[in-house]
C-alpha cells in the first residue's frame, strides 16, 4: 500500500474557518442560461489557470460497457454543444462511433469549481474539421498522419521514422487533413455547475434540457 502521509489530510474546522474569513460568501447561482454561465467561468479560468484551461475529461464506454476516460482539449463551444478533435481510429473515436453518448468534466483547481456534462455526440462537419486543422502547427499536423493513435507502438523510434516520412511526403507544401483525423460535438442534455464551498457543502446548480429550453434544479452536497 502507498504511504499515506502522501495523501492531503481533510481540512480541520480551523482551516474552514481560516477560508471563511478570507473572503465574502459570494452570492447562489441564479443563471438561465447554461452556456452563459460556462463561457463566464471559462473567461475565469483562461485567467487564472496556469495552463489548459479548455482542458476537459472525456468519459465513453466501450462495447462491453466498460468505462474509458481520458483528456482532451474543448476547441469549441457553444448552444449547440462542446467540440473537440481526435484521430477517428483511437480508442475514443471508434467507442463514440458504437456509442454516440459522452460525458466532460471541466475541474479548475485554482477556481475551485467544475463543470460536469451528459448528452449525445455527433460528427462535426468535414469543412469544420477542415478549418480547425488548418490552424493546427505544421509539425501537429504532420503527427496527425504520423500516428496510429491507440494502436501498439513497437519503439519510439518507430514513431519518429513515420513523422520523417511523412514530413518528406509533404515537403513544404500545405499539410491536408487525414481522412482518419476529425471531429466531434457533444450536445448536452444535461449541464452541473459545481463550486467549492467551506465544510464540504457545496454549492451544485443542475440544467436539464426540455422542449423549450431549460430547467434548473438545486442538489444537495
Not at 466498460?66 to 480508442?91: H, I
Amino acid at each position: 500500500m502507498s504511504d499515506k502521509a502522501q495523501i492531503p489530510p481533510s481540512p480541520s474546522e480551523d482551516d474552514y474557518v481560516r477560508q471563511v474569513s478570507a473572503a465574502e460568501p459570494p452570492p447562489l447561482l441564479s443563471a438561465t442560461d447554461p452556456f452563459e454561465l460556462f463561457a463566464d467561468w471559462l473567461q475565469e479560468a483562461v485567467a487564472k489557470e496556469p495552463n489548459d484551461a479548455n482542458a476537459m475529461a472525456l468519459g465513453t464506454v466501450d462495447d462491453a460497457g466498460m468505462p474509458d476516460v481520458r483528456m482532451v482539449l474543448l476547441k469549441d463551444a457553444g448552444p449547440e454543444g462542446f467540440v473537440f478533435y481526435t484521430n477517428l481510429g483511437s480508442a475514443k473515436g471508434r467507442q463514440l462511433a458504437a456509442h454516440p453518448q459522452a460525458a466532460l468534466l471541466f475541474h479548475w483547481k485554482s477556481l475551485r469549481r467544475q463543470v460536469r456534462v451528459r448528452g449525445t455526440v455527433a460528427p462535426t462537419t468535414p469543412e469544420e474539421a477542415d478549418a480547425y486543422f488548418a490552424t493546427r502547427a505544421r509539425p501537429a499536423q504532420i503527427g496527425a498522419w504520423a500516428s496510429e493513435q491507440s494502436q501498439p507502438l513497437p519503439d519510439r523510434l518507430a514513431l519518429e521514422k513515420r513523422i520523417a516520412e511523412m514530413g518528406l511526403k509533404f515537403g513544404l507544401g500545405k499539410v491536408p487533413r487525414p481522412p482518419h483525423w476529425s471531429g466531434f460535438r457533444l450536445r448536452p442534455e444535461v449541464m452541473e455547475f459545481w463550486r467549492d464551498r467551506p465544510f464540504r457543502l457545496h454549492e451544485r446548480l443542475v440544467f436539464q434540457r426540455v422542449a423549450e429550453g431549460w430547467t434548473t434544479q438545486r442538489l444537495y452536497p
